[in-house]
């Protein structure tokens, strides 16, 4: 059976897998794995990008592009969080700028063409992946196209499900159970407010905010183990229970929503300090490697930047080259710290919800949990 040589395989065709692979390019002969046949239809949630974005999409040399599309500047962000007297903020000491609210298909399409206009090679539809460890890198077997591939370098870029490291053995340190149930509305004429909206309430938080192509997102997030979510999974029961809040139902009245969705969505992280004992030449990014709770906004900056930092490993001679998987470790530890800090203040914020279990688990999640 003919066996293809690659330099690095990637599992995974979201923007992190996207942006690494044409970061590799031309220098490496670069196969993406991707699970799905084709990209999922309608609006997807996951729209707001920060500024600092620019300068990863200019490394990538799709910034210009991206500036062409139909994403829009986003707006001020007004929220009821520390106290219940809304806070108005702003971007105009962000030296950053304000960022985007994303057309976020659109988004991904860029990413996907261009990984395939600089060469990178793309198989999708791969459901059944066996994966063996050799002396000298990886196998990638497909069933039932019986194609068999290998390379040195081997990449979880799967999202927040890890799937390759947690066949390989690697453990999680962080699984969060937050959960994020959610829908689009279509927006009427007259609703032009810009702002993103966020909430705090005793089971969770909500946010709304208008998207490209006339659409309003508007999710709550709450926990996986509370009974609540059961409740809410029928937009009627969802609208009403979303308009108790003054704050949100002065937006929302009377639109009309499509059918609810579900997302995992919490803090999920890998056991970043020993990535190598999944073997020799494997790396996780994005998602996979540390995914971020939707508070941040930092989960698709974090896929470009991780892809930055894993090509610029890959580059440095990673996987022979030790001192570059020690660089990449560095970073992300540091990013994970940084990260935690931040989420433990914004958790800490609701003391009003303190006694209520969710918030009160998630004050727990501190960098020092998870040395
Ligand atoms: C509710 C919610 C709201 C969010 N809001 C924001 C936001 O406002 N701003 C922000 O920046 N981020 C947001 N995010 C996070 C953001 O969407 C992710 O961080 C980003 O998509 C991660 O990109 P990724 O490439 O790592 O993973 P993904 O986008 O998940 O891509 C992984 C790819 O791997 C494929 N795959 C999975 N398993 C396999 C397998 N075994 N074999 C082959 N292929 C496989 C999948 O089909 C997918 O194409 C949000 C997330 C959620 C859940």
Redesign the pocket.
Known sequence: MPVKEWDVII????????ALARLLRPRCRVLI????VKPADGPR??????GAASVLLQELGLLERFLSASHRVRGSALSIWDQETPIWQDALRDPSGPGWLLD?RAF?QLLYEGAIEAGVTIHTG??Q?EITRLNNGWQVHLSPEETTHKAPVLID?????S??ARALGLKRLADDNLL?L?TFLKCRREDKDATLRTCADEHGWWYTVQIPQGKRVL?Y?LDSTDPLWRQLRYPEHFLDYAKRLPFIADIIQEQSSEALKL???GTAMLDISNLSQAGKGFLA????LI??D?IS???????LATAASAAKAIKAGFPENKKALESFQAEMLNVCQRYLKHLHITYSGPERFSHHPFWSNRCEMTPQAYR
């Open positions: 599992v995974g065709a979201g923007l992190a897998g996207l794995l991707e699970r799905r949630i996951g729209e707001s990008l920060p976020r991904d791969c459901r992946t870029a799967s999202g927040r499900s799937a390759i994020c959610y999710a997030h997302h995992p969505a990014i994005g998602d996979a995914t971020f939707p906004s930092q989960g698709m900056f974090h896929a």
